[in-house]
Structure formats: C-alpha cells, structure tokens
C-alpha cells in the first residue's frame, strides 16, 4: 500500500517513507486511516464474511460519524457536519460491498425528489444505528437540519449527489461511488470511491492497479491543505 501511496503522491515522498510514517500522514497530507473491521487483524479481505462486516458496520459508521464531529467543532460548526471529510477511499471492493444489505437492490437506489431529503434522510438513519454516537432527538434533529442545510444551500443547484440504497449494487467499479449504503453517515457531499486491493495477491497488471489511485490522487491535489472548511450552518467559527 505504502509503495502505491508514494509513487502516486498521496503520501509525500520527502516526508513519509512507508508505515511508520502512518501517525503523521493527517498532518502532512490531511490523510487518515481507519479500518471498517477495526481491532480485527489480518490483510486477506477473504477470510472475513458477511457475518463481520455486519457485526463491523456499526462500529465503523460511528467512527467516521465521531470524526466528522470531533472536526466541526474545532472550526466552530454547531450542526456537527461541516468538518467531514471530503473524501473517504476503500482499498478494495469487498470492504465498501459488504456495507450493503445481502441482496440486489438493484442498481438503482431510493431517488429522493430534493437533495435536502435525502440529506435528512441519511441523518436519520445514522442516528439510529446501533452505536451511533447521536444520543438525543435534539442532536439527532441538528446533524439533520445540517444535512439538509448542506444539500440545500451548501452545494451547486446542478452538483450530483448521491443516493442511498439498502440492496448491494448488481456491480461495484472502482472510482467514485453514486450509490451508498443505507445508513451511510456522512453528507452526500463527502465523495466516496472504491479503488484496487493493494494486495499483490490480486490478480491485475500494474497499470490495473495503479490506475484508480492516481486518480484519487489527481482529484486530491485539488484539495488544498491545510483544508480551508466552509461553514453552511451559521455557526460562529472557531475561536
């Protein structure tokens, strides 16, 4: 993974030389990493079924959830939204197919009428995930009202957003995602993409792998860091 993060950019090569330099990669890059099944070792995505990915998924949403609010309150954001990330990356298929329900749903997703819905929407259902860390109707109303805030005023009238399903998708390509998983605990405005296993143990040219990364890469240098945040809920900024 280190080898493919440097040779793309994603990881400065002046400054980060492989895992150890793991810890300082949000600092220097504005990168972090988490795990969907985190505290459960191993590197071969095949010896964890759906029954794990089930059990992981609370978990891991409450995760990115947590974050997301830890950084909006640092720049003042009163609806717990406005720090989330601006993109989040699964190094291989199985780990974002696995957040689906068993099952086709499809293909299509729940197309909601106005973004500011399916905003809402998508807080609603993290906040009622099992271990989610919104704890009170009232919390629960604000990261909705900054959901929706967002879709609404937050984002261009003509910006795709995506939409929410709880089905697995019929096929998952790498790049970026247009249908997320019911639940999903992010704003529809934080990107979500799919890119090759950096095991070597897959089978694919190094053009096959490389190529989705690049591209990460690419849309990441239009990224400025330090990230200049926006705050679309009228708080008041950090002090």
């Avoid at 500011?116 to 807080?123: D, F, I, L, T």
């Avoid at 240098?221 to 330090?226: F, H, N, V």
Wanted: hydrophobic share 40%; net charge positive; with cysteine.
């Amino acid at each position: 993974m280190w080898r493919i993060l440097r040779d793309t950019g994603i990881a400065p090569a002046a400054s980060i030389r492989g895992a150890e330099g793991d810890g300082r990669m949000p600092e220097v890059a504005g990168v972090g990493f988490t795990d969907v099944g985190s505290g459960s070792p191993g590197t071969d995505s095949s010896q964890f079924g759906a029954a794990h990915f089930t059990a992981w998924r609370p978990g891991f949403f409450s995760r990115l959830e947590a974050q997301t609010r830890r950084a909006s309150a640092a720049i003042g954001c009163t609806c717990g939204c406005c720090g989330a990330p601006a993109v989040v990356a699964f190094s291989g298929k199985k780990q974002f197919q696995e957040l689906f329900a068993a099952g086709n749903g499809g293909g299509r997703g729940r197309q909601k009428k106005a973004a500011g819905v399916a905003a809402a929407g998508a807080a609603a259902v993290a906040a009622a995930a099992e271990g989610s860390p919104v704890s009170s109707p009232e919390q629960a109303a604000a990261a909705a009202a900054g959901r929706a805030a967002e879709a609404a005023c937050g984002t261009e009238a003509a910006e795709r957003l995506p939409v929410l399903q709880a089905g697995r998708p019929a096929s998952i390509a790498t790049g970026r995602q247009w249908v997320l998983p019911e639940g999903w605990p992010l704003p529809l405005s934080t990107e979500v993409w799919v890119m090759t296993s950096t095991s070597g143990a897959a089978p694919m040219t190094r053009q096959q792998r490389y190529a989705p990364w690049q591209a990460l890469a690419e849309r990441l240098a239009r990224e400025p860091w330090p990230r200049q945040c926006q705050l679309r809920c009228g708080g008041t900024g950090a002090s």
